[in-house]
Nanobody
Framework: QAQPVESGGGLVQAGGSLRLSCAAS????????IGWFRQSPGKEREFVAG????????AYADSVRGRFTISVDNAKNTVYLQMNSLKPEDTAVYYC?????????????????WGQGTQVTVSS
């Protein structure tokens, strides 16, 4: 039940880059998958990227594929989301969470607990 802690958000111009960090507990890193989701006003929390903790396979939402990269530093119990070529539509609160139920990536109901989120704002 230890919450991961997201950081690295901020205000950036379109075309810029940010790297988000998700600092997790060891128990969180025992999960099948660590995922990044995002939520903007009026929208559901949506899958962005995830990485399997065994094997390292990653998955991405179509909207971010080729621009975002998820990675993990096991020594630091930290998962990163490198975001390049940012667009205004990437503006959202970004959350990190653990999936301990399945190796599948996409269903947010499989993830628990959630971090507090970090705000990413991309200006035009």
């Amino acid at each position: 039940q230890a919450q991961p802690v997201e950081s690295g958000g901020g205000l950036v111009q379109a075309g810029g880059s940010l790297r988000l960090s998700c600092a997790a507990s060891g128990r969180t890193f025992s999960s099948y998958v660590i995922g990044w989701f995002r939520q903007s006003p009026g929208k559901e929390r949506e899958f962005v990227a995830g990485i399997r903790m065994s094997g390292g396979r990653a998955a991405y939402a179509d909207s971010v594929r080729g621009r975002f990269t998820i990675s993990v530093d096991n020594a630091k119990n930290t998962v990163y989301l490198q975001m390049n070529s940012l667009k205004p539509e990437d503006t959202a609160v970004y959350y990190c969470s653990a999936n301990r139920r399945t190796i599948s990536f996409y269903d947010r109901d499989n993830y628990d607990p959630w971090g507090q989120g970090t705000q990413v704002t991309v200006s035009s």
